[in-house]
């Protein structure tokens, strides 16, 4: 066997190619940071990153992260290029890691690019990078419970925007109309968001799964369905009536004590309960499909219908369950959109999240917490637009307003290749 097949097989069946465009890719981030950050910067010029958040807190104050700008990008700039170099010589098992890596960096350059001569404040920006990224999480947890299943939920758009319709709405009337207690008004709102998401779920489920329509056709005509009926009831009710569209935001939580930690602190521990429910439904979803007999199910009616079928598995029951379920997740993004982040409806305000939570499904290979951590990755990129606006950064605002959907662009081409989706999935069953 030839060197260059040994290399081959040992990237988990990544081809030459595409190992070879990596370390090309590698390469030239380097050379970006040095042409385009180092040389631009100055000698004598600093970056400061602030680690502790401006306004009330309870985290132990810690003092300004100082970087010398120049130095910094050499070094930032000389890691891209030897993971570039040893990405070409012998190759990573996972280039996923790499791509990830690299990318961080890249950014992490960026940023001290951005805060030369100046000040940024890191926690600041990671905290509103957890908040954005949080709606885009919950989207991808439904794709996962949903293809797990074989189905592929392409509606998750639309069943956010009834979600956070529903939300709204419910919300101002049990707060505005019923006068309500805060909380119970909340609720009604969050609640009424889930509701309507398993019917939504439900209804993807009977045309995929009882009537066998096209899934993706069947999820698109959810996604007009709640695109429409959202905005002609937008128009109707909520632009007449302003008081039904005013349910408000759900206060951070500070946890006692690991509220203080400084850095993880603010960004993890002092946030509104939506957030930690997430947290939670990962923790639960994980369990439930790698640690239960449900979950061992639901797997294999992805992988191979049939032969569940024959040890006795009712395929249509679970794939019901799992897209009834995944529709309340989307549902519940919807919400958290609302009384989690901006506290009014406006039409088409899911501005594409339900489709950049599939795309961070697929780079988080299928899994609860891989979806996490590759929705931060967008969220981030969501946050960092309006923190470079700030920062008065020389880069035309409508550039900015496309780097999470570039970032979704450049992911989905760089991991397709890799991913490996649920061997039945968007495939429908056929009961012998």
């Given amino acids: 066997m030839t060197a260059i097949s040994e290399r081959a097989e040992t990237q988990e069946g990544m081809s030459q190619s595409r190992s070879v465009t990596y370390g090309i890719l590698f390469l030239a981030t380097g050379l970006l940071i040095f042409l385009l950050f180092a040389r631009s910067t100055a000698a004598d010029q600093i970056s400061t990153f602030d680690l502790t958040p401006r306004g009330e807190t309870t985290a132990i104050p810690v003092p300004p992260l100082q970087l010398p700008s120049r130095i910094t990008l050499y070094v930032f700039a000389a890691i891209c290029a030897f993971v570039g170099g040893w990405q ?134 959810i996604n007009i369905l709640g695109t429409g009926v959202t905005s002609f009831l937008s128009a109707r009710i909520l632009s007449e009536f302003t008081f039904l569209n005013n349910p408000g935001i759900l206060p951070p939580v500070p946890i006692p004590l690991l509220s203080r930690i400084p850095v993880i602190g603010p960004v993890f521990f002092a946030q509104n309960l939506l957030v930690y429910v997430l947290f939670i439904l990962l923790i639960v979803v994980h369990v439930v499909l790698w640690h239960t007999v449900w979950g061992l199910r639901t797997r294999s009616v992805g992988e191979h219908p049939r032969a569940a079928d024959t040890l006795g598995i009712d395929v249509f029951r679970n794939r019901y369950i799992n897209v009834t379920a995944g529709g309340m997740v989307a549902g519940l993004a919807g919400a958290f959109l609302i009384l989690g982040s901006v506290g009014r409806f406006d039409e088409l305000m899911t501005a594409g999240k339900g489709f950049i939570g599939l795309a961070a499904m697929i780079f988080g290979n299928w899994t609860p917490f891989g979806a996490f951590g590759a929705a931060t990755i967008f969220g981030f990129a969501d946050a960092l637009q309006t923190r470079l606006a700030i920062l008065e950064v020389a880069i035309p605002s409508q550039f900015l307003l496309m780097t999470p959907y570039l970032v979704t662009i450049i992911v989905l081409a760089g991991v397709v290749g890799e991913a490996e989706p649920p061997a039945a999935d968007g495939e429908p069953y056929e009961k012998e």
Wanted: with cysteine; glycine share 12%; aromatic share 6%.
């Fill in 88 to 221: 070409l010589a012998r190759g990573f098992g996972r280039a996923n890691w790499a791509l990830t890596g690299v990318a961080v960096v890249f950014v992490m350059a960026f940023l001290t690019w951005a805060a030369r001569g100046g000040s940024l404040s890191l926690v600041s920006l990671l905290r509103s990078s957890l908040l954005r990224a949080v709606p885009i999480a919950l989207a991808a947890l439904s794709g996962v419970l949903c293809e797990r299943s074989a189905v592929i939920n392409i509606a998750i758009e639309g069943m956010m925007l009834v979600g956070a319709f529903t939300a709204t709405l419910m919300g101002s009337v049990g707060q505005n109309v019923l006068e309500w207690p805060f909380a119970l008004s909340q609720g009604l709102g969050l609640l009424s968001a889930v509701g309507l998401g398993a019917l939504l779920g439900l209804l993807l489920a009977v045309l995929s799964v009882r009537f066998k329509v096209d899934q993706i056709i069947s999820g698109t005509a």
